[in-house]
């Protein structure tokens, strides 16, 4: 018996690179329901696969700009949460 395996169906998010950076990042958000990281790796995948250099460069840029906003939150609250860990907050 064979498989068959067939690739998900394209899911139009509204991410284009002629809109404003502000914009195509809330639109990529918006469509992975908040998940920073999911929404920076589906950038990854199309800076990867993209065949306009121009859509690579632009996609590339907002992965990295998700990443990083992502690495502030996680580190923002460090600092805090090994206080209450250690008993020494407040």
């Given at each position: 018996?064979?498989?068959?395996?067939?690739?998900?169906?394209?899911?139009?998010?509204?991410?284009?690179?002629?809109?404003?950076?502000?914009?195509r990042?809330?639109?990529?958000?918006?469509?992975?329901?908040?998940?920073?990281?999911?929404a920076?790796?589906?950038?990854?995948?199309?800076?990867?696969?993209?065949?306009?250099?121009?859509?690579?460069?632009?996609?590339?840029?907002?992965?990295?700009?998700?990443?990083?906003?992502?690495?502030?939150?996680?580190?923002?609250?460090?600092p805090?949460?090994?206080?209450?860990?250690?008993?020494?907050?407040?």
């Amino acid at each position: 018996m064979s498989k068959t395996f067939s690739k998900p169906p394209a899911v139009d998010s509204g991410w284009h690179r002629d809109k404003l950076p502000e914009l195509r990042r809330s639109l990529i958000l918006k469509e992975h329901g908040g998940d920073i990281l999911a929404a920076a790796q589906a950038l990854q995948k199309v800076s990867v696969t993209a065949k306009n250099s121009e859509t690579r460069r632009i996609a590339a840029i907002d992965a990295a700009y998700l990443l990083k906003k992502r690495y502030q939150r996680q580190t923002a609250y460090y600092p805090v949460y090994q206080e209450v860990m250690e008993g020494t907050l407040g």
